[in-house]
């Protein structure tokens, strides 16, 4: 896999900054650590802004969330030391968080509306050698059940409602996490098959995750 990080420094600080804000797992805080953000944007300009706590916009009217939102919604996966797991991702954006659920070392199939926003992420992760991702363009709301079932579901935007045919992909024992208001705000329901559901607090609010593939980007 290629060098990622172009300023050490500027990572060791974003570590200290995703501690403050509640992302204490060391695994997910190398992964943040290792895995560049800047790669997954457009222009110096925005590269720069990479290990900043703020949101960057990628092409499609979509964003890259704040790393703090990134690393709780990865740590709120519960996953065990090893990181087996099989993990389905509905929104993709620019692959950033697939890439680093792949350096966790899970299994990684990535569902994104968005063809242009799809064939740029599959390139990312062909050059940082993250064989165990897979990318695809379509509806992710219909999840990818032809490699299910699944350990974890995670939805990167905010949704009103979690449907069957999402839950009915997960595997014995697995969660899907989904940003949902709860109690006047947003937060992650982490839920299983039952729809028995945890909720766990983030920092910032996540857009909307829309429906559909897009057949025009």
């Known amino acids: 896999m290629e060098e990622l990080i172009a300023d050490p420094f500027r990572a060791a600080r974003l570590v200290l900054r995703l501690r403050q804000e509640g992302v204490t797992d060391d695994a997910v805080l190398k992964a943040m650590e290792t895995i560049d953000r800047g790669a997954f944007v457009e222009g110096e300009e925005l590269k720069k802004l990479a290990f900043d706590d703020c949101v960057l916009p990628i092409p499609c009217g979509q964003t ?26 509905v929104g993709m954006g620019s692959g950033y968080t697939a890439a680093l659920a792949g350096q966790l070392g899970s299994d990684v199939f990535a569902v994104e509306r968005y063809d242009r926003l799809t064939e740029a992420a599959r390139q990312r992760i062909v050059r940082l050698g993250l064989g165990n991702v897979a990318v695809r363009h379509g ?33 014995k024992d697995g969660l899907l996490l989904a940003p949902m208001l709860h109690e006047g705000r947003q937060q992650i329901a982490r839920m299983n098959a039952d729809r028995k559901t945890e909720w766990i607090g983030l920092s910032f609010p996540l857009p909307p995750l829309a429906e559909g593939k897009s057949r025009v980007l």
């Open 139 to 171: 509806d992710g709301m219909l999840g990818w059940a032809e490699r299910g079932p699944y350990d974890r579901i995670v939805l990167t935007g905010q949704v009103d409602e979690v449907s069957d045919t999402l839950l009915s992909q997960l595997g």
């Open 64 to 89: 890259i969330p704040r790393p703090a939102v990134t690393g709780q919604l990865l740590q709120a996966m519960g996953l065990g030391p090893s990181r087996l797991a099989r993990i389905l991702l």
